[in-house]
């Protein structure tokens, strides 16, 4: 029997500030013992985005005692832990310096390993830490950030099928429920105006439908609502429902014609009968879940999605990712550089290139 694993995780990529105390039982248990995040919503509100000073401003605030609170819920002390893992990158790199140099503090204070978990990967492992999902999968990566499909082979295993070419998908989001006067974050602001709108009213652009290949490109989705919105002049709540109807149908069409080019390469490289994972923060957008387990169906793959607070930023899923890695005996040492980029697959430009 295999002996189980408590491990403390730190998230400060961004916005959020996170901790986590996650335990690995004996297989298959597996507990989340405290997970706690303490938004940055209100600060980064009157900007309508996020700013990187005022991030890692609060995360030196809050780290501390967000950590300490952790561990009480968790019944557990320092010498308790099998490790530590914090977010290594990529993400603004400020909040990123915060959350490691805290994380290596702990762990050459308390003789612990030290696990840099890519942040992209936190998002890639989370479905494993509640749902029995083995190796090999396919994932839908979408968050305000990234927007990526990547074949999920094995711990640190990535290849990617396709990323956005300019804006992420939660970009297009953020961007377009400022241009409706919406509010920030954009992703939940769109969906609830959209409920009662009709999504035929305005003809978006579909950017690369169609086309070969599993890249995305919503730049020009985005230009696009933008003179719309210019050539309706003053909106009333009508116009924009049907604005965010019509901007959430566009790029769920793109998400779903790009995801079945992605099935398409994965089913003849891995077969049927794998799963369909959908991760980051627009994973939870309740018209493209039911969707892409519509694809899923057609591929023969399974539909899995994490549990809503382990799509959004978290610490639970880089103390998990922390856990996988530890148990493969992959460490870093206290000289790990933050990196404010970091690709999972980092062969993918020279495949696209050659």
């Known amino acids: 029997m295999v002996a189980a694993m408590l491990v403390l995780g730190i998230e400060t990529?961004?916005?959020?500030?996170?901790?986590?105390?996650?335990?690995?039982?004996?297989a298959p248990e597996k507990r989340i013992r405290a997970s706690l995040v303490l938004s940055q919503l209100a600060e980064h509100r009157p900007y309508g985005g996020v700013v990187p000073e005022i991030a890692a401003r609060a995360h030196l605030e809050h780290l501390d005692g967000l950590i300490a609170q952790a561990l009480r819920e968790a019944g557990a002390g320092f010498g308790d832990l099998a490790g530590v893992a914090a977010t290594g990158g990529p993400g603004l790199i400020g909040g990123v310096m915060v959350g490691i140099m805290e994380a290596k503090a702990i762990a050459y204070a308390r003789g612990l390993p030290f696990v840099a978990v890519n942040h992209l990967e936190g998002h890639a492992l989370s479905v494993r830490l509640t749902d029995d999902v083995p190796f090999p999968y396919l994932l839908l990566l979408v968050s305000g950030g990234h927007c990526q499909l990547l074949?999920?082979?094995?711990?640190?295993?990535?290849?990617?099928?396709?990323?956005?070419?300019?804006?992420?998908?939660?970009e297009c989001f953020d961007k377009g429920a400022k241009l409706l006067g919406l509010g920030y974050p954009g992703g939940p602001a769109i969906e609830r105006a959209a409920r009662t709108g009709n999504a035929a009213r305005f003809p978006l652009p579909r950017p690369l439908?169609?086309?070969?290949?599993?890249?995305?490109?919503?730049?020009?989705?985005?230009?696009?609502?933008?003179?719309?919105?210019?050539?309706?002049?003053?909106?009333?709540?009508?116009?924009?429902?049907?604005?965010?109807?019509?901007?959430?149908?566009?790029?769920?069409?793109?998400?779903?014609?790009?995801?079945?080019?992605?099935?398409?390469?994965?089913?003849?490289?891995?077969?049927?009968?794998?799963?369909?994972?959908?991760?980051?923060?627009?994973?939870?957008?309740?018209?493209?879940r039911p969707?892409?387990?519509?694809?899923?169906?057609?591929?023969?793959?399974?539909?899995?999605?994490?549990?809503?607070?382990?799509?959004?930023?978290?610490?639970?899923?880089?103390?998990?990712?922390?856990?996988?890695?530890?148990?493969?005996?992959?460490?870093?040492?206290?000289?790990?550089?933050p990196r404010p980029r970091w690709p999972l697959d980092p062969a993918a430009a020279l495949r696209r290139a050659s």
């Not at 990529?13 to 039982?25: G, I, K, L, P």
């Not at 640190?156 to 998908?169: K, Q, S, W």
């Open 209 to 288: 439908i169609g086309r070969p290949g599993c890249d995305f490109s919503f730049s020009g989705l985005k230009t696009a609502l933008a003179e719309t919105v210019r050539r309706a002049g003053p909106l009333d709540e009508r116009m924009r429902a049907d604005l965010a109807a019509s901007l959430q149908a566009a790029i769920v069409d793109c998400l779903l014609d790009r995801g079945a080019h992605a099935a398409a390469q994965f089913t003849a490289r891995h077969g049927r009968g794998h799963a369909l994972v959908a991760a980051g923060g627009v994973a939870a957008n309740a018209v493209l």
């Open 151 to 170: 074949a999920v082979e094995g711990v640190g295993t990535y290849r990617r099928l396709g990323t956005t070419i300019d804006d992420a998908v939660g």
């Open 291 to 337: 969707r892409l387990a519509q694809l899923a169906a057609e591929w023969g793959l399974r539909f899995v999605v994490p549990p809503a607070d382990l799509c959004t930023d978290n610490a639970a899923m880089i103390a998990w990712a922390g856990i996988e890695r530890l148990r493969l005996g992959l460490t870093d040492p206290l000289d790990f550089a």
């Open 13 to 26: 990529s961004c916005d959020e500030t996170a901790a986590a105390v996650v335990e690995d039982a004996a």
